[in-house]
C-alpha cells in the first residue's frame, strides 16, 4: 500500500530564510508526487507536482521541490520565506495517471510557522 | 469558474441526528472525491466516483457513511446516526480524469464543511 511520511509535524522559520519540508513516500512503482498549501478554514491548493522527467519542479509561489527515487523523497524547498506562506503543508503521492484518478494519498501535514 | 463548492460550511448537531453534506464539482470535471481531515488522522479519502459511478468506498468508515452521485454536477455524503467522533472537516475534490496529455493532475478541493456533533 502506498504511504507517505511528513516527519516533520511543526517548523518554525524567520521571515527571509530558506525552507526545506521533508516527505517520504512509501509506492510500488514510478509516484506521482504532489504538494499541496492549505491555508488556515480553507481547502487544499496545488503548489506543484511530479509525473515524469526533470525530477526538480517549479512551483507556485517560488516553491521548488526535488525527487529523488534513491531515498524515497519528495522535499519541498523555498529560498527565502514570507509571512504569507504560514501554512498547512502537505505532501501527496498517488497512482495518478491519464484515464485513472484513484485518489490521493496525503501525508499528515507540516505546520509551518513564519516568525518575523 | 466558482471551484468546488460545499456546503454547508460549518454544521454542528447532536449525537444520533442525520447528517447530509454537499458537494458540487467544477463544471466538466469527472471525477469526484470525498475526504475527511481529522487532527489524528490528517487527510483520508473516504470514497471517489469517476462519471458518477462509485470507484473505491473502502475509506468509508462504517455503513453509517454514505454517498451519492446521481448526476454530474452533484454528490452527497450522509451521515445517519451521527457520533461525536466523526467530527471532522469534510473535503470534497474533483478534477478532469481524461487522458495523460489532458490531464493537469491537479485536485480542485472546495473550502470543506466542518461538522461538530455534540
Not at chain 1, 20 to 32: D, H, I, V
Request: glycine share 10%; net charge negative.
Amino acid at each position: 500500500a502506498q504511504s507517505v511520511t511528513q516527519p516533520d509535524i511543526h517548523i518554525t522559520v524567520s521571515e527571509g530564510a530558506s525552507l526545506e519540508l521533508r516527505c517520504n513516500y512509501s509506492y510500488g512503482a514510478t509516484p506521482y508526487l504532489f504538494w499541496y498549501v492549505q491555508s488556515p478554514g480553507q481547502g487544499l491548493q496545488l503548489l506543484l507536482k511530479y509525473f515524469s522527467g526533470d525530477t526538480l519542479v517549479q512551483g507556485i509561489k517560488g516553491f521548488e521541490a526535488e525527487f529523488k527515487r534513491s531515498q524515497s523523497s519528495f522535499n519541498l524547498r523555498k529560498p527565502s520565506v514570507h509571512w504569507s506562506d504560514a501554512a498547512e503543508y502537505f505532501c501527496a503521492v498517488g497512482p495518478y495517471s491519464g484515464g485513472g484518478a484513484d485518489g490521493l494519498t496525503f501525508g499528515k501535514g507540516t505546520h509551518l510557522i513564519i516568525q518575523p | 469558474d466558482a471551484g468546488v463548492i460545499q456546503s454547508p460550511r460549518h454544521e454542528v448537531t447532536e449525537m444520533g441526528q442525520e447528517v447530509t453534506l454537499r458537494c458540487k464539482p467544477i463544471s466538466g470535471h469527472n471525477s469526484l472525491f470525498w475526504y475527511r481531515q481529522t487532527m489524528m488522522r490528517g487527510l483520508e479519502l473516504l470514497i471517489y466516483f469517476n462519471n458518477n459511478v462509485p470507484i473505491d468506498d473502502s475509506g468509508m468508515p462504517e455503513d453509517r457513511f454514505s454517498a451519492k452521485m446521481p448526476n454530474a454536477s452533484f454528490s452527497t455524503l450522509k451521515i445517519q446516526p451521527s457520533e461525536p467522533r466523526d467530527s471532522a472537516v469534510y473535503f470534497c475534490a474533483s478534477i478532469w480524469d481524461g487522458s495523460a496529455s489532458d490531464n493537469t493532475g491537479e485536485l480542485f478541493f472546495g473550502e470543506g464543511s466542518r461538522l461538530t456533533v455534540l
